[in-house]
C-alpha cells in the first residue's frame, strides 16, 4: 500500500499508462546501481531519486571539482574537495527520504562490482572512460545483469542497453583496440547534451524495471551540432572475447 504522501510525490508519473500504483510499488523493491556520479550520473540519480527506485547503491572515487560545476548540478560550489559519491547521497536523500542510497566511495574495480551486481536489479554505467566501461561490462556479463551504459563528449552522447540476451559492450568494442578516445577533460563537453544522456538512460532504466521489453541491439546517438538522432542495429559478435557471440536466444 502507498501511503498519502506517496501518492503526491508519485501521482504525475503513476497517472501514465503501464505504471499505476501497481508499477510504483515494483519499482520501490527494484536496487539500481549507477556508478559514476559525474556528468551522466547526476541527472540518472535525480530521476531515479525521485521516480522511488527503493535502493540505490552509487560507486564514486572522485572529489568535486570547480570543473564538474557546469554540467553536474546537484553539487554547489561549497562543496569543492568533497567526495561526490557522499554529496550525491545526502542530496539524494534530501530530494526522497523514502528511498535507501548507499554510498561506495572509490573506482569502480572488479571486487566492488563482484560485491554490488548480486545485490542490483539493473546497472548504470555513468562513468567517463573507455577502461571501466569495459570492466562494468564484463561483470555484468558474468553476472547476466541489465546495464544501461551512456557517454558523451562535446557535443555528441550516446546510450544502449546491453542486456544478457543481446550484444554485448565488447562485441562492437573490443578490449584490445588501440587509441583511447580522449575524454571530457581533453575534448570538453556540452552540458545539456551530457545532461540530457544521463536522464535518457534513467529513462531505459525505469522502462525496464516497470517490465517494458527493452530492445538489446540499438545504439542511439545523439549529434547537438548537427542536432539529429542516429540509430544503429548492432550484432552479437561470434568474436566476442567476452560472450562468445553466445546468448539466451541461442539456447
Ligand atoms: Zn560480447
Same mark, same amino acid.
Given at each position: 500500500?502507498?501511503s498519502?504522501?506517496?501518492?503526491?510525490?508519485?501521482?504525475?508519473?503513476m497517472l501514465?499508462?503501464?505504471?499505476?500504483?501497481g508499477?510504483?510499488?515494483?519499482?520501490a523493491?527494484?536496487?539500481?546501481?549507477i556508478?559514476?556520479?559525474?556528468?551522466?550520473?547526476?541527472?540518472?540519480?535525480?530521476?531515479?531519486?525521485?521516480?522511488?527506485?527503493?535502493?540505490l547503491l552509487?560507486?564514486?572515487?572522485?572529489?568535486?571539482?570547480?570543473?564538474?560545476?557546469?554540467?553536474?548540478?546537484?553539487?554547489?560550489a561549497?562543496?569543492?574537495?568533497?567526495p561526490?559519491?557522499?554529496?550525491?547521497?545526502?542530496?539524494?536523500l534530501s530530494?526522497n527520504?523514502d528511498?535507501?542510497?548507499?554510498?561506495? %566511495?572509490?573506482?569502480?574495480?572488479? +571486487?566492488?562490482? !563482484? #560485491? =554490488?551486481?548480486p545485490?542490483?536489479?539493473?546497472?548504470l $554505467?555513468?562513468?567517463?572512460?573507455?577502461?571501466?566501461r569495459?570492466?562494468?561490462?564484463?561483470?555484468?556479463?558474468?553476472?547476466r545483469k541489465?546495464?544501461?551504459?551512456?557517454?558523451?563528449?562535446?557535443?555528441?552522447?550516446?546510450l544502449?542497453?546491453i542486456?544478457?540476451?543481446?550484444?554485448?559492450?565488447?562485441?562492437?568494442?573490443?578490449?584490445d583496440q588501440?587509441?583511447?578516445?580522449?575524454?571530457?577533460?581533453?575534448?570538453?563537453?556540452?552540458?545539456?547534451?551530457?545532461?540530457a544522456i544521463?536522464s535518457?538512460?534513467s %529513462?531505459l532504466?525505469?522502462?525496464? +524495471?516497470?517490465? !517494458? #521489453? =527493452?530492445?538489446?541491439d540499438?545504439?542511439?546517438?545523439? $549529434?547537438?551540432?548537427?542536432?539529429?538522432?542516429?540509430?544503429?542495429?548492432?550484432a552479437?559478435n561470434?568474436?566476442?572475447s567476452?560472450?562468445?557471440?553466445?546468448?539466451?536466444?541461442?539456447?
Amino acid at each position: 500500500m502507498l501511503s498519502d504522501n506517496q501518492f503526491l510525490r508519485y501521482g504525475r508519473q503513476m497517472l501514465m499508462p503501464g505504471w499505476g500504483e501497481g508499477g510504483q510499488r515494483q519499482l520501490a523493491q527494484k536496487s539500481v546501481a549507477i556508478i559514476g556520479l559525474g556528468g551522466l550520473g547526476v541527472p540518472a540519480l535525480a530521476n531515479l531519486a525521485g521516480s522511488g527506485i527503493g535502493r540505490l547503491l552509487l560507486v564514486d572515487g572522485d572529489s568535486l571539482s570547480l570543473s564538474n560545476l557546469h554540467r553536474q548540478w546537484i553539487y554547489r560550489a561549497s562543496d569543492v574537495g568533497q567526495p561526490k559519491v557522499q554529496l550525491a547521497r545526502r542530496w539524494a536523500l534530501s530530494l526522497n527520504p523514502d528511498i535507501r542510497v548507499e554510498a561506495f %566511495a572509490q573506482m569502480a574495480d572488479e +571486487l566492488v562490482l !563482484e #560485491t =554490488l551486481l548480486p545485490e542490483v536489479d539493473l546497472v548504470l $554505467d555513468c562513468t567517463d572512460n573507455l577502461a571501466s566501461r569495459h570492466l562494468i561490462n564484463a561483470a555484468c556479463v558474468r553476472r547476466r545483469k541489465a546495464l544501461i551504459s551512456a557517454a558523451a563528449i562535446g557535443w555528441q552522447g550516446q546510450l544502449q542497453a546491453i542486456l544478457p540476451q543481446g550484444p554485448c559492450f565488447a562485441c562492437f568494442c573490443p578490449t584490445d583496440q588501440g587509441a583511447t578516445p580522449q575524454g571530457c577533460s581533453e575534448a570538453g563537453v556540452a552540458a545539456p547534451v551530457v545532461s540530457a544522456i544521463g536522464s535518457l538512460q534513467s %529513462a531505459l532504466a525505469l522502462k525496464h +524495471l516497470l517490465g !517494458e #521489453t =527493452l530492445e538489446t541491439d540499438q545504439l542511439y546517438r545523439f $549529434d547537438g551540432q548537427s542536432f539529429h538522432w542516429s540509430q544503429f542495429t548492432l550484432a552479437p559478435n561470434p568474436d566476442c572475447s567476452l560472450c562468445g557471440g553466445h546468448h539466451e536466444s541461442d539456447h
